[in-house]
Structures are given as structure tokens and as C-alpha cells.
T-cell receptor, first 108, second 114 residues
Framework: QKEVEQNSGPLSVPEGAIASLNCTYS??????FFWYRQYSGKSPELIMS????GDKEDGRFTAQLNKASQYVSLLIRDSQPSDSATYLC????????FGAGTRLTVKP | NAGVMQNPRHLVRRRGQEARLRCSPV?????VYWYRQLPEEGLKFMVY????????ESGMPKERFSAEFPKEGPSILRIQQVVRGDSAAYFC????????????FGPGTRLTVT
């Protein structure tokens, strides 16, 4: 059974802080990893994809991948109230598996 | 540059009726995926299609559910004889290649079975 695990939260951070979202996966052959943001009542929106070990930065977002530890994370710097949403980790290993999501609240 | 289109956005059906959900992928994308999301739950993969082919339907219930992606026209997810437990948001996503490529989601169809 291929599993993608995320802390369900809620995770609460003050405005301007760094939010750290974590995801672990069980299938060692996974090669592609994605982070999506989903606002309540809306569809998932792609934030970042990462395929190689290490860090990938895009604006205030940094994805980190460690295939040996089967771990992928998302850091959000200078968190804003508009970042309040559920963040979904997705892992591809011949089919796309989504974690249950972590609900993030950024407090002004 | 149109994204993934889904219609209808909201669909109400009585128990026993049929529901037809439509999805038009991003122009140039030939891979379509359907997901279901129950309230306060995560996304569950249902089916992955390419034009005229079902690639993976491992997440699709064995009965009452079917999907197609014809050579011309949108992908269709059909639910026959709907039951209350089918009430959910159904999302379609598309990608330019297989499952290792980024998927872009449509706005979803919210199905309510009364």
C-alpha cells in the first residue's frame, strides 16, 4: 500500500513567521513530488514540483526533498494571512497519491 | 489561455438518477485524471485516462461508476443510480504527460444527492 502521510494540523503561525509543512511517503521508487494549496471550497492549486534531492526555491516558497529519508517538506517564509489554506502533498509512483493535507492558519 | 473546465459546477440528483460530469482539459493536454473529495477529507484518485484509453481505474468503484475520454470532446465521469454517499466534490485534472508531470485542476463539480 503506497501511503503519503501529512500532519493534519491545524498548524498556526503568526504573520511574518516561517511555516514548515512536512510529508513522508512509503514508496521508495517515487520520483516526482508536488505541493498543492487548497482554499476552503476551492480546487487544489499547484504551488511547486520537485524531482531531485535538495532544495527548490520559488519566491517565498521552498520545497525540500530527501529521497533517502522519504521526506518532502514545504517552507513558507514571511507567512501572510492569505497563505491560510490546506496544503496537500502529492507523490507520484505510477499513480498520484495525495496526503490528507495540513491546515495552515496564519494569524495577523 | 483556458485552464481545465468542468461542468456543471453544481449538480443535484435524486437517489437512483444518473449523474454526468464533464471535463475539458487544458489545451494541449492529453492526460486526464478524476478525483473525489468528501467534505473535510483528502483527495482520492479515481481514474486516469488518455484519449480513447483508460490507463488506470484502480480508484474507481467497481459498480455504477464509469469514465471515458473520447477522441473528440470532453472527458465524462458517469455515476449511475446515485446514492447519498456519492455526494462529494469531483475534481478533474489534466497534464501534458503521464503521472510524473504537473497536474492542473479544474474548479470541480459539487454533486449533491437528495
Amino acid at each position: 500500500q503506497k501511503e503519503v502521510e501529512q500532519n493534519s494540523g491545524p498548524l498556526s503561525v503568526p504573520e511574518g513567521a516561517i511555516a514548515s509543512l512536512n510529508c513522508t511517503y512509503s514508496d521508495r521508487v517515487s520520483q516526482s513530488f508536488f505541493w498543492y494549496r487548497q482554499y476552503s471550497g476551492k480546487s487544489p492549486e499547484l504551488i511547486m514540483s520537485i524531482y531531485s534531492n535538495g532544495d527548490k526555491e520559488d519566491g517565498r516558497f521552498t520545497a525540500q526533498l530527501n529521497k533517502a529519508s522519504q521526506y518532502v517538506s514545504l517552507l513558507i517564509r514571511d507567512s501572510q494571512p492569505s497563505d491560510s489554506a490546506t496544503y496537500l502533498c502529492a507523490v507520484d509512483s505510477n499513480d498520484m497519491r495525495f496526503g490528507a493535507g495540513t491546515r495552515l492558519t496564519v494569524k495577523p | 489561455n483556458a485552464g481545465v473546465m468542468q461542468n456543471p459546477r453544481h449538480l443535484v440528483r435524486r437517489r437512483g438518477q444518473e449523474a454526468r460530469l464533464r471535463c475539458s482539459p487544458v489545451k494541449g493536454h492529453s492526460h486526464v485524471y478524476w478525483y473525489r473529495q468528501l467534505p473535510e477529507e483528502g483527495l482520492k484518485f479515481m481514474v486516469y485516462l488518455q484519449k480513447e484509453n483508460i490507463i488506470d481505474e484502480s480508484g474507481m468503484p467497481k459498480e455504477r461508476f464509469s469514465a471515458e475520454f473520447p477522441k473528440e470532446g470532453p472527458s465524462i465521469l458517469r455515476i449511475q443510480q446515485v446514492v447519498r454517499g456519492d455526494s462529494a466534490a469531483y475534481f478533474c485534472a489534466s497534464s501534458v504527460g503521464g503521472t510524473s508531470y504537473e497536474q492542473y485542476f479544474g474548479p470541480g463539480t459539487r454533486l449533491t444527492v437528495t
